[in-house]
């Protein structure tokens, strides 16, 4: 069983798209996060939910709009996409804001032409 | 402004010599350091834990030294094994900031038979 999923794994775009990626999370987590890792390979944290409200927003551009219909998933879309959008995005989840250990899907690879 | 750093230069190492790898963090005062294994194309896996008022922390191979003086964790692996080749993240965690993770941009280590 996948403990946290992404789909899809890579998505290849022009500029100025619209596109989603999906995370689901079956470990029955309350927080989940979505980080970026650029091509340097630095993670950087986006956004944090717990229980479906938002904890974290670390000045994202708005064209970046987290969705958690349910604490199991956070979604993330991105409006008029840009070169620099092209990197891997991690999601995440851990059992609350507290908990110190954090679970990582395996990326989606996100390329923009 | 607040900085990790670890060395971006890859380690490589003979199988069955200890790896030593250093994560020096400026401008913070982190109540925990975790440490993260990233193999390529997946997303971060949780190894350790360190506490503030821990100096040492232990799981069979792996050793956490964390000094709050120096600002600085040392990451041991012992008996290394090729298995063990992957980039090791390092993530001070600050009290205040709920359960944002702020990583290091990770060491690569490259274990040859």
């Known amino acids: 069983d996948t403990a946290v999923s992404q789909t899809p794994k890579y998505l290849v775009t022009q500029m100025g798209n619209d596109k989603s990626i999906k995370c689901e999370q079956n470990?029955?987590?309350?927080?989940m996060y979505w980080y970026k890792q650029d091509s340097k390979k630095f993670l950087k944290i986006m956004f944090s939910?717990?229980?479906?409200?938002?904890?974290i927003n670390e000045t994202v551009p708005n064209r970046f709009s987290p969705k958690s219909p349910d604490k199991a998933h956070l979604n993330l879309h991105i409006n008029s996409l840009e070169l620099g959008d092209s990197a891997v995005y991690f999601c995440?989840?851990?059992?609350?804001?507290?908990?110190?250990?954090?679970?990582f899907g395996p990326g989606t690879r996100l390329t923009v032409l | 402004s607040q900085k990790i750093e670890q060395n971006s230069e890859a380690l490589n190492i003979q199988e069955g010599k200890t790896a030593t790898l250093t994560c020096n963090y400026t401008?913070?005062?982190?109540?925990?350091l975790q440490w993260y294994r990233q193999d390529p194309g997946r997303g971060p896996v949780f190894l350790l834990l360190?506490?503030?008022?821990?100096k040492e922390k232990r799981k069979e191979r792996l050793k956490v030294t964390f000094d709050t003086t120096l600002k600085q964790s040392l990451f041991h692996i012992t008996a290394s094994q090729p298995a063990d080749s992957a980039t090791y993240l390092c993530?001070?965690?600050?009290?205040?900031?709920?359960?944002?993770?702020?990583f290091g941009g990770g060491t690569r280590v490259l274990v040859k038979p």
């Open positions: 995440a989840s851990s059992q609350g804001l507290v908990t110190d250990t954090q679970y």
């Open positions: 470990l029955g987590h309350d927080t």
């Open positions: 939910y717990n229980n479906k409200e938002l904890i």
């Open positions: 401008n913070y005062s982190p109540a925990y």
């Open positions: 360190i506490r503030e008022n821990e």
């Open positions: 993530a001070p965690r600050v009290k205040a900031a709920g359960n944002k993770l702020t």
